[in-house]
């Protein structure tokens, strides 16, 4: 059972323009989100996270928006970069979440961000 | 810093032998995590370590496969015997605190099975 779904397996953007990247969760236990990218041949990088109790998160051009009562949460990038061409993958934590006490990241399967020049 | 160090970055094997993935983590770092990177299913947890005792292994697809952490800075994920389905990117990653902070992950090995 898939508890972290990104249902688009990819995105295309032009440079400049937003790219809006999204993610859906069955879980109502996750408390604590976060959006990882990942290069060819690269571990993921940690790129952006935010809690439960806040809806929105920004950091320079990368926006998070959460939408609890929706299960909803999605990774704005304005101004798109050919640089950000990358798979950014969601994931999703919570101390209750699965039976843990460490609040274990379930990730969703990635979507393929391509920023075309 | 280096990173999370994992080696090699590439194997091929055939069905049925023995496979190691090994893992240096972060100095300092006390929680160790071993995924899988598939098409299907993305990153999946099969395992987390803190302090060197493995915590969580609900995620390990069978007997199979087993990791050990003998110390705080080096992990082995283990196949045996290996089969094609094993195929995938295996990837290892740590942190200082609890699961939920930020995990640094290494570049990962590319397991291929035939």
């Known amino acids: 059972d898939q508890q972290v779904k990104q249902n688009s397996p990819s995105l295309s953007v032009q440079e400049g323009r937003i790219s809006i990247l999204n993610c859906d969760y069955t879980n109502s236990m996750f408390d604590y989100f976060l959006w990882y990218k990942k290069y060819p041949a690269e571990g993921p990088t940690f790129l952006i996270s935010?809690?439960?109790?806040?809806d929105k998160n920004e950091d320079g051009r990368f926006t998070v928006f959460l939408n609890k009562s929706a299960k909803h949460l999605s990774l704005h990038i304005v101004p798109s970069q050919p640089g950000d061409s990358a798979v950014y993958f969601c994931?999703?934590?919570?101390?209750?979440?699965?039976?843990?006490?460490?609040?274990?990241?379930?990730f969703g399967q990635g979507t393929i961000l391509t920023v075309h020049p | 810093d280096a990173g999370v160090i994992q080696s090699p970055r590439h194997e091929v094997t055939e069905m049925g032998q023995e496979v190691t993935l090994r893992c240096k983590p972060i100095?300092?770092?006390?929680?160790l995590f071993w995924y899988r990177q598939t098409m299907m299913r993305g990153l999946e947890l099969l395992i987390y370590?803190?302090?060197?005792?493995?915590?969580?292994d609900s995620g390990m697809p069978e007997d199979r496969f087993s990791a050990k952490m003998p110390n705080a800075s080096f992990s082995t994920l283990k196949i045996q015997p290996s089969e094609p389905r094993d195929s995938a990117v295996y990837f290892c990653?740590?942190?200082?605190?609890?699961?939920?902070?930020?995990?640094?992950f290494g570049p990962g090995t590319r397991l291929t099975v035939t």
């Open positions: 990653a740590s942190t200082r605190g609890q699961g939920w902070d930020e995990q640094y």
């Open positions: 994931a999703a934590s919570g101390a209750n979440a699965g039976g843990t006490s460490y609040g274990k990241l379930t």
């Open positions: 935010i809690s439960s109790i806040k």
């Open positions: 100095s300092g770092h006390n929680s």
């Open positions: 370590f803190n302090n060197n005792v493995p915590i969580d």
